[in-house]
């Protein structure tokens, strides 16, 4: 987060699990900074699917594609609000 915050034009993104941390601090995290909420921790449930960045993992691209996600399984960077920024929904194809 320090990073980001000395490097204003450099965009960042990570996957985290640590829902609660981001969310006690979201006024603290950079803007060039994104977060994207993986669906396989234990604090799923602090995930607002409507509103959260976040992934989900799906068997098939026929699966991901009805569920309404963006597909990041071969280029990870659509997972990102700086390639989706209207688009909150990241799929991931199990393999």
Not at 3 to 22: H, R, W
Request: aromatic share 12%.
């Amino acid at each position: 987060m320090k990073i980001a915050d000395q490097l204003p034009s450099v965009k960042f993104y990570a996957y985290t699990n640590s829902i609660s941390i981001v969310k006690n601090n979201i006024k603290s995290i950079p803007n060039n900074f994104d977060f994207i909420f993986s669906d396989s921790g234990k604090q799923t449930n602090l995930i607002d699917k409507n509103k959260d960045r976040h992934t989900k993992i799906f068997k098939t691209e026929t699966e991901l594609q009805k569920a309404g996600y963006i597909d990041a399984s071969k280029i990870d960077l659509f997972a990102s609000k700086y390639i989706n920024p209207n688009n909150n929904k990241v799929g991931l194809i199990y393999h």
